[in-house]
C-alpha cells in the first residue's frame, strides 16, 4: 500500500515537472518572439526617423535653393 502511494505520488510529481517544463518552454518561445517583434518595431520606427529626417533636409535645401535664387533675383532688380 505505502509503495503504491510513493509510486502513485512520484507519478504526479513527474506529471507535474512535465506540465511545468512545458510551460517554461512555451514561456521562452514568447518571450523569443515577443524579442523579435521588438526588434522589428524598434527597426521599423528607426527605417521611419530616417525617411523622415531625409525629407526634412531635403526640404531645408529646396528652401535655402529657393532663398538663394529669390535673393539673386532681386538684387538684380528682378531682371533674370
Same mark, same amino acid.
Given at each position: 500500500m505505502?509503495?503504491?502511494?510513493?509510486t502513485?505520488?512520484?507519478?504526479?510529481?513527474c506529471s !507535474?515537472?512535465?506540465?511545468?517544463?512545458?510551460?517554461?518552454?512555451?514561456?521562452?518561445?514568447?518571450l523569443?518572439?515577443?524579442?523579435?517583434n521588438?526588434k522589428? #518595431? #524598434?527597426?521599423?520606427?528607426?527605417?521611419?526617423l530616417?525617411?523622415?529626417?531625409?525629407?526634412a533636409?531635403g526640404?531645408?535645401? !529646396?528652401?535655402s535653393?529657393?532663398?538663394?535664387v529669390?535673393?539673386?533675383f !532681386?538684387?538684380?532688380?528682378?531682371?533674370?
Open positions: 505505502e509503495n503504491e502511494m510513493l502513485k505520488i512520484y507519478g504526479e510529481f !507535474l515537472r512535465g506540465d511545468m517544463s512545458e510551460f517554461k518552454r512555451r514561456t521562452l518561445e514568447r523569443e518572439e515577443l524579442e523579435g521588438f522589428q #518595431s #524598434s527597426v521599423e520606427r528607426a527605417a521611419r530616417c525617411r523622415l529626417v531625409s525629407l533636409t526640404l531645408v535645401a !529646396l528652401v535653393a529657393a532663398y538663394t529669390l535673393s539673386k !532681386l538684387e538684380n532688380g528682378g531682371a533674370v
